[in-house]
């Protein structure tokens, strides 16, 4: 077998973190980086244009089209997980909304303890199984967007337009009513986190420590959204960068 040469660091998938990372690793002069990547070039036509991320989405040469498994709370359906599949991941598919999170949010990430998708109970599992409003938190939310949604629209202000509920019908009053509603009419909006989280010693569900360290396996670290312990209050292309960001520094002091 051909040898692929001598790196001082291997970094697989060069998605909005890869990307980041490998640029500023190489920032020390005569550092070499192999950064794999298993998707194509960027140079399909709808990632130069912004509102193109529309026809990236369930396109096969850019998009993985991976499936989730059948959601119980979603009616029995199955969501199509668009994920990039090209040089710069799913920022160069992505809606380029950048967004910086509450900072309430960033607070409650390392004192709160997630409750876990259905499939992280079972190490390795294959299958993609978000396991939507699965929480009563998750319910109760899915319920106020709606309420408040009615709220707004039936102001004074708005009274002219004789706007009508649409979906879900005014037939839908109650929590329990609007959060399973919600679960038919809901889909993803792509901003999956936390399936490689950071944890302290103890969390028995933390892959990487604070240094994104992979616990137990040297000289490995998981550096994308996977690391976020917890979803954060906005879109996630930003905090996936601070990430790579602060990975690339704690890299530096280390070596
Ligand atoms: C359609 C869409 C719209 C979005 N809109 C927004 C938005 O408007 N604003 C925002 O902030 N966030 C948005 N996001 C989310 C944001 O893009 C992601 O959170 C962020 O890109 C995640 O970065 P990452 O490095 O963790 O993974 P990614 O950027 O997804 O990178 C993963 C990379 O791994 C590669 N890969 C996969 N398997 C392998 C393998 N076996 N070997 C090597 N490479 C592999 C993939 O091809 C990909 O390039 C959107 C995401 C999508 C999919």
Avoid at 166 to 184: I, M, N, V
Avoid at 222 to 248: C, F, Y
């Amino acid at each position: 077998m051909e040898s692929a040469g001598e790196y001082d660091y291997v970094i697989v998938a060069a998605g909005t973190a890869g990307c980041l990372l490998a640029n500023r690793l190489t920032r020390r002069p005569a550092t070499r980086i192999l950064l794999i990547e298993a998707g194509g070039k960027d140079d399909c036509l709808w990632i130069r244009i912004p509102v193109g991320y529309l026809y990236c989405i369930d396109n096969p040469r850019t998009d993985w089209l991976f499936p989730t498994e059948r959601e119980p709370r979603l009616g029995g359906r199955a969501l199509l997980y668009a994920r990039a599949k090209a040089l710069g991941g799913s920022a160069a598919i992505d809606g380029m909304t950048d967004m910086r999170g509450l900072a309430a949010r960033f607070s409650r990430i390392h004192g709160q303890r997630p409750q876990p998708a259905a499939d992280l109970a079972r190490p390795c599992a294959p299958q993609i199984a978000p396991n939507y409003l699965g929480t009563p938190e998750d319910r109760k939310v899915a319920a106020a967007a709606p309420a408040l949604t009615r709220r707004i629209v039936a102001a004074p202000a708005r009274a002219k337009y004789r706007s009508q509920a649409f979906k879900p019908g005014p037939h839908y009053r109650t929590e329990e009513q609007l959060a399973k509603a919600a679960g038919l009419i809901g889909t993803t909006i792509f901003h999956p986190v936390g399936t490689c989280r950071m944890g302290a010693a103890g969390d028995p569900l933390a892959v990487v420590d604070s240094r994104q360290r992979v616990k137990g396996v040297a000289r490995l670290r998981v550096v994308d959204a996977s690391a976020m312990p917890w979803i954060t209050s906005g879109n996630t292309n930003a905090p996936t960068l601070r990430i790579a960001e602060k990975a690339a520094q704690l890299i530096h002091d280390t070596h």
